[in-house]
């Protein structure tokens, strides 16, 4: 052997093993996509990664397992048996048919604890790190009794997350508590590197309403508790938020994001998700957005959970129909299942043909976001969503429901500069929208502002496509985003070298 090949074998052979992360997601669509990309990517960076989830959300990840599978990528999706007696659509929460079955979904998720336990003890070697989310905080008891590293990972906007985590130091959400029932007198938020004011109604957090302080006191309790913070943003969105949400919570946190952009070819962002019920679609809404002129569509989704009732539903076909413009408005399996609804729609297809396409069920978001024919976004303000939008370089119109997403709305709008609010200033939970938040004027007023023409318009699309660029070289090699993985993934490689003498 030469001299140069016995050096290279003995380094080899002291290199370290590769870590093994093991991520555990809330069964909820919006929070288990983003955790499977960053699977992908640690995955790619040669690092073992098995995602641990209930049965149906496995098997709803077969595209993206074949796909790992074929790339030779260490991958796997490990089934947890879901507990005995839980009704099946509890496995995830865009299944729960009414929204009085959110408490007890998030009380029984809490019961894979034993399962996991289970698959942890089994394997061997140990973990190198367990990746749960802020809303799974079960795992925390499992990690300390096994002596395994642990981070978290929180899928909202930096900016969200450092103004929750200050709402809860500073005591806000007492403070907002003692108000009574006013829901429009405004807080400062104290510590903001810009200034954030928010409502009873819009105050910032998960598990805020006094029937879930028992799951919020868990989860901070394994928020503080954690190694560190996995976050799906990047520097060039949102550098101050990130350093001053670092500072306060007073450990590593790595932004690794945009992590849709591991979906790099069009059979993985059609398979993203829900892969079977996207593809049931993408032949037709390919085949219709080719049709269509460049940047000349408005994108429609409220994401996997929100639910319209009729007349709320009614209110945004008109307002779409009012607008002008040519739209493909993604409306739930069951939203259009009501009779009423569904004829409604039919009419609205029969005076709009050509220029609007209804999608009843799921849509594969990112097929859509980067066609050429895709001008401008319709969303709930969702993260995943939010993001894909500033990734892709689509402008929004920004209709926030619930949680995290008024405030990721000030991010788009009074930050970024990338959005026009339709002007909702009240949340609203699953099919909780009895009275109409959003009436079709408003609608019409903000797609028409967002597909125009003007200074305003023009400025919007051209901050958002700079974003986009930004995002695009965060993720390669050398970019904020990639060096903060690389950082994140050797914080958990076991150090296994020989020493030299």
């Not at 029937?211 to 969105?237: H, Y």
């Not at 990130?242 to 790099?264: I, M």
């Not at 593809?279 to 049709?291: V, Y």
């Amino acid at each position: 052997m030469a001299a140069k090949d016995h050096v290279s074998a003995a380094t080899t052979a002291r290199q370290a093993p590769a870590p093994h992360f093991v991520l555990v997601p809330l069964a909820a669509q919006g929070h288990i996509i983003p955790l499977v990309d960053l699977a992908l990517l640690l995955a790619d960076r040669g690092a073992r990664a098995s995602v641990v989830a209930a049965p149906l959300n496995v098997a709803r990840l077969g595209g993206v397992a074949e796909r790992a599978a074929r790339a030779g990528l260490p991958l796997d999706f490990v089934e947890l048996p879901f507990p005995p007696g839980v009704p099946d659509e509890w496995q995830s929460a865009d299944l729960l048919p009414e929204n009085s079955q959110l408490l007890p979904f998030s009380f029984a998720q809490r019961e894979l604890a034993g399962p996991f336990d289970a698959y942890v003890r089994a394997l061997a070697p140990r973990p190198s790190c367990i990746v749960s989310d802020w809303c799974s905080p079960w795992t925390a008891g499992v990690a300390r009794s096994l002596g395994i590293p642990r981070v978290f990972f929180h899928g909202p906007s930096c900016l969200f997350s450092l103004c929750d985590l200050l709402a809860a130091n500073h005591g806000l959400h007492d403070r907002i508590a003692a108000g009574g029932d006013d829901e429009k007198h405004a807080l400062a938020l104290p510590g903001m590197p810009v200034p954030v004011v928010v409502t009873k109604a819009t105050a910032p957090g998960f598990y805020t309403h006094p029937s879930c302080k028992q799951l919020r006191d868990e989860a901070m309790e394994a928020m503080r508790t954690a190694d560190g913070v996995v976050v799906n943003t990047f520097l060039d969105a949102e550098a101050e938020f990130l350093a001053r949400y670092q500072a306060e919570l007073g450990k590593p946190v790595w932004a690794v994001g945009p992590l849709s952009l591991c979906n790099r070819d069009a059979a993985a962002m059609a398979s993203r998700g829900n892969t079977a019920a996207a593809a049931a679609h993408q032949q037709r809404i390919t085949a219709w957005l080719d049709a269509q002129a460049a940047g000349s569509v408005v994108y429609v989704s409220f994401g996997s959970v929100a639910r319209k009732l009729p007349k709320q539903l009614f209110e945004v076909g008109h307002g779409l129909e009012d607008s002008g413009a040519p739209f493909l408005w993604v409306v739930k399996e069951a939203e259009a299942a009501m009779p009423e609804v569904e004829r409604w729609l039919e009419a609205l297809e029969a005076r709009t043909a050509g220029r609007g396409l209804v999608v009843r069920g799921w849509a594969p978001q990112l097929a859509v976001l980067t066609h050429r024919a895709v001008g401008g976004f319709v969303t709930h303000c969702g993260w995943n969503s939010l993001l894909e939008a500033i990734t892709y370089g689509v402008p929004v119109v920004t209709w926030p429901h619930f949680m995290d997403q008024f405030l990721n709305e000030r991010l788009a709008v009074d930050v970024l500069w990338i959005g026009v609010p339709v002007g909702v200033t009240a949340p609203v939970f699953v099919m909780d929208d009895e009275a109409v938040l959003v009436g079709r004027g408003d609608v019409a007023r903000a797609v028409a502002a967002l597909m125009g023409g003007g200074q305003e318009a023009d400025e919007r699309r051209r901050k958002v496509r700079e974003y986009g660029q930004k995002a695009h070289r965060a993720m390669e090699k050398g970019g904020s985003s990639y060096e903060h993985l690389t950082r994140l993934v050797q914080s958990f490689t076991q150090q296994g070298e020989v020493k030299q003498h």
